[in-house]
């Protein structure tokens, strides 16, 4: 069995927070949360071809990096 390997700062008990939020959330909250996703002002979400994806990856982690 392998090891379960999780992002920095995450746990099993973080990961179970998450799940018991999204899994007791409402249709309405959910709409609510989602919208105002969609709101922010320093990041937007756009369509990629799937085969752009690695190249749109490597000019984000040189943005980052910068």
Do not use: C, N
């Amino acid at each position: 069995m392998s090891k379960i390997h999780f992002p920095a700062g995450w746990d099993e008990s973080r990961i179970q927070q998450v799940l018991d939020h999204y899994e007791a959330q409402g249709d309405e909250e959910a709409v609510v949360e989602d919208e105002a996703a969609f709101e922010s002002t320093t990041h937007t979400a756009i369509e990629v071809p799937v085969e752009l994806v690695p190249e749109v990856r490597e000019l984000m982690a040189k943005h980052k990096a910068s």
